[in-house]
């Protein structure tokens, strides 16, 4: 019983028996014939269900099954199998909707392995260049990182030039310059030019590593939602027993404490919740929303905290160019039309961006000729007859002497990622790049505050004034930056202690771990996917921040639908109970009306797909 994939055989089983027998009896008039087969399938049918009970009750579990076990036994007993299998088919029957609706199926840690570093290229002492499994790096190896290939672990620069990608680890979206010196995290990736790296631990310790471990222990440590239904009975099987206590002290009669029992059967309980939870994953799939498990629904129905990461999230995740200045006298448009001839030619992501910027003005790029590339420092060549060189202040520098002393003087007191235009002609530009911000927030945190969150916090592993920068842009008061994935866990962590509900909104690898850690995990599949998707309860398919306040809304929606239809069923089943009570309601009878109260719970959950 306790595994899904063997759920549905038994209410199928049953309902085929049921059906058999009727037809036994329809076609030979045979009623004990008929009655045999009955019970046989009940007690084939039923024993399941009543170990799965009883083994639950040993292990300190009162959940809403209990009621539906006790009239089985009952059934079987006082010799009314119809009565019996009419339960055994609803109980099991609502088992296996409830599985199948909240029912998760992650491969966030098997997802990350796969992502990992696999092997490595060791440099022997000789100057040949074995390839290796990563697991065999020792500390103080000697590594070649060739360009587009990932670090294999965690490691410093010893030789080399180039910028590399850490965005998915780090969340900063700026390719990080590496030089002699510079430390790179395992699973990084490498740009354009080859570096020579050392070896500072082993694959098995590294940041990369971590993340997966984090993520192991976050999944495995966050305890599952009670279900529905077993809160609800918490209060109504002792109820239950009450009135079939009543029933035997006024009547004596153990039929009529069967038939109250089959109309207390709690079939309300356990499909009303999984077809709301139904309906809502529905609805949420054609606005672009997957919900992974029912679980994840009524969690967004509870959460209060809402928690974003910066980079791909409530940014676009990639540079851009945040402004271009020029020297006095200087025509912008003509210097930025230079520099992007001069970066068409290399293969840098930041070239491309100051191309595709220069485009976007409608300037017209013209060709350059004589180009020479220095890996992670800069480009140069000839455009119409004037020398051009893009890159770094001192690479510009080398190029163009003349131009030194200014431009010593303009890199003085900036920060961030920056490059250097500068001509034969003396002339002088600064590109300054940056993430920026999504164009389709607006709106988005009023709507979350009227849905109920009271705190909205940025956590992001980019640098602290980039964080605090874009918090002040939207508003938001609480943030924090240039945070680990360990120290997002905590943070996450802590809120929760405290007794928030948190939702985590992210996209990144360096995500995952507090997306399985938060209350309900969101992730940003448009944007980045992968490991992020995986470790997530929930996934945005379509790149768009808004929808997480469409995925609040649905479940505060489900969760009213499927409390009023548990409501509605129980007060439904009440009134039978007192009919039970009473003698007028005979088991069989009480089997049959317990189906009409399904089919309406199930009626009015429906609604939570519209």
């Known amino acids: 019983m306790s595994d899904g994939r063997r759920v549905p055989v038994i209410p199928v089983v049953a309902a085929a028996a049921l059906l058999l027998g009727a037809v036994i009896g329809v076609g030979t008039g045979d009623a004990e014939l008929r009655s045999r087969v009955w019970l046989f399938a009940l007690l084939g049918t039923g024993a399941p269900v009543v170990w799965k009970t009883v083994r639950g009750m040993l292990r300190g579990e009162f959940a809403a099954d209990i009621v539906a076990s006790l009239a089985i036994v009952g059934a079987a007993l006082l010799g009314e ?244 200045t020029v020297d006095d006298g200087v025509e912008p448009r003509a210097l930025l039309a230079q520099a992007a001839a001069i970066e068409q030619g290399s293969g840098h992501l930041l070239a491309r961006v100051v191309v595709a910027h220069a485009e976007a003005e409608g300037i017209a790029v013209p060709t350059a000729r004589s180009l020479r590339e220095e890996a992670g420092r800069g480009v140069q060549g000839e455009v119409d007859g004037v020398h051009v060189a893009v890159g770094s202040p001192r690479f510009v520098a080398e190029a163009m002497p003349a131009l030194a002393d200014r431009l010593h003087a303009w890199d003085a007191g900036h920060d961030g990622l920056r490059a250097y235009v500068g001509t034969s002609g003396g002339a002088l530009g600064r590109i300054a790049f940056a993430d920026a911000l999504r164009t389709d927030l607006a709106g988005l945190f009023s709507r979350l505050a009227a849905l109920g969150i009271e705190r909205t916090l940025l956590l992001s592993g980019d640098q602290t004034a980039n964080v605090a920068r874009t918090a002040a842009e939207l508003g938001i008061h609480e943030f924090a930056g240039d945070l680990t994935p360990e120290q997002k866990v905590e943070r996450v962590a802590a809120l929760q202690d405290e007794g928030a509900r948190v939702l985590m909104v992210g996209d990144g690898t360096n995500d995952a771990p507090a997306l399985s850690t938060a209350r309900v995990g969101v992730a940003l599949a448009g944007h980045g996917g992968g490991v992020s998707a995986e470790a997530a309860d929930v996934v945005l398919l379509v790149d768009e921040p808004q929808r997480v306040a469409d995925a609040v809304e649905i479940g505060r929606y489900t969760m009213r639908i499927a409390r009023q239809s548990i409501g509605v069923g129980i007060g439904l089943s009440v009134v039978g109970m007192g009919f039970a009570f009473a003698g007028v309601l005979p088991p069989t009878m009480g089997a049959l009306a317990q189906e009409v109260i399904d089919v309406a719970v199930i009626v009015n959950a429906l609604r939570a797909a519209r």
């Not at 030039?161 to 010196?181: F, K, W, Y």
């Not at 809502?280 to 209060?304: D, F, P, Q, Y």
């Not at 905290?305 to 791909?312: E, L």
């Open 81 to 324: 199998p119809l009565a019996g299998l009419v339960v055994v088919i609803m109980q099991t029957g609502g088992e296996a909707l409830d599985e199948w609706a909240v029912a998760r199926a992650s491969n966030a840690v098997a997802a990350l392995e796969a992502d990992a570093p696999r092997t490595a290229s060791r440099v022997l002492p000789d100057g040949r260049v074995e390839e290796i499994e990563a697991a065999a790096i020792r500390p103080d190896d000697t590594l070649l990182v060739r360009p587009g290939a990932l670090v294999p672990c965690d490691a410093r620069v010893i030789d080399g030039a180039s910028h590399v990608d850490t965005s998915r680890l780090t969340g900063e979206p700026l390719p990080v310059r590496a030089v002699a010196g510079t430390p790179l995290p395992s699973g990084a990736v490498n740009g354009t030019g080859a570096l020579t790296v050392t070896a500072v631990r082993l694959a098995a310790e590294s940041q990369y590593a971590r993340i997966v471990e984090l993520v192991r222990s976050a999944q495995a440590s966050k305890s599952p939602l009670q279900r529905l239904a077993d809160r609800w009975a918490v209060w109504f099987t002792p109820f239950t027993l009450l009135v079939c206590a009543a029933a035997w002290f006024v009547s004596h009669d153990l039929t009529r404490v069967l038939a109250v029992l089959v109309v207390a059967t709690p079939c309300p309980l356990i499909l009303a919740a999984p077809v709301a939870f139904i309906g809502g994953v529905s609805r949420s799939a054609r606005r672009g929303i997957i919900v992974r498990h029912g679980g994840a629904l009524e969690a967004l129905a509870t959460v209060n905290v809402a928690v974003f990461d910066k980079t791909g999230t409530v940014t676009v995740g990639k540079p851009s160019v945040a402004s271009f």
